[in-house]
């Protein structure tokens, strides 16, 4: 008889686990461990289920699953994580590999290709689609960006002004203004607004 493999769903939309648990829950080796909507309420559940696959989203409240990924290795090192997402930004794909995801999926990926995924990494095998893997490339080619460069650019993401940034991180206008020319070189971004949505689509800032 073959081994079931226990999973536990994380996501915050409650159709999407749901529609996940229902589908894989017709598999004879798949069998769903429990849902969570957080990571925080993962972690828990992972204690008490000690599921053999996490299938989670990136972008949650209360702890996102590149949070849920680092605290899975101290507390569950055995159990494996898939990031199942609609978020393509390269730095999303960077930080949830780096932080011990072993397969990174969109959620307009065949279902095929979902469980052949769930059974590879059971038995310890990577999966990163072809176009992950580019986005992953271009991240590892891209000019990073310093953390004060990124504390500007959060701030400018919510509408500051050059001076209002300055005041709150207690630097001159004049270094601000040094900060976002080089947020537009490095980006390639041809104004503030441009170098917000790029961001976002990388994944460098966030809605949340």
Not at 77 to 84: A, E, H, K, N, S
Not at 142 to 152: C, D, G, I, M
Not at 174 to 181: D, F, I, L, S, Y
């Amino acid at each position: 008889m073959n081994e079931v493999i226990r999973i536990l769903i994380v996501d915050d939309h409650p159709i999407v686990r749901e529609g996940l648990a229902a589908m894989l829950s017709r598999r004879a080796d798949l069998q769903v461990a429990g849902e969570a909507e957080n990571g925080r309420e993962a972690l828990e559940l992972c204690a008490a289920t000690q599921p053999d696959i996490v299938l989670t989203d990136l972008r949650m409240p209360e702890m996102d699953g590149v949070t849920l990924i680092h605290h899975l290795r101290e507390v569950a090192p055995q159990t494996r994580v898939i990031v199942l997402t609609t978020y393509d930004g390269d730095e999303d794909i960077y930080r949830a590999l780096a932080a011990g995801a072993m397969a990174y999926l969109l959620k307009d990926a065949p279902r095929d290709e979902l469980l052949t995924t769930i059974r590879a990494v059971y038995n310890g095998r990577r999966h990163i689609p072809p176009e992950v893997a580019a986005r992953l490339a271009e991240r590892m080619t891209a000019t990073e960006l310093t953390e004060r460069e990124l504390a500007v650019l959060h701030l400018i993401a919510q509408g500051h002004s050059n001076k209002s940034i300055g005041d709150q991180l207690h630097i001159a206008e004049g270094t601000v203004k040094a900060h976002v020319n080089s947020i537009l070189s490095k980006l390639n971004a041809r104004d503030r607004t441009h170098a917000v949505t790029i961001a976002y689509q990388r994944g460098l800032i966030s809605l949340r």
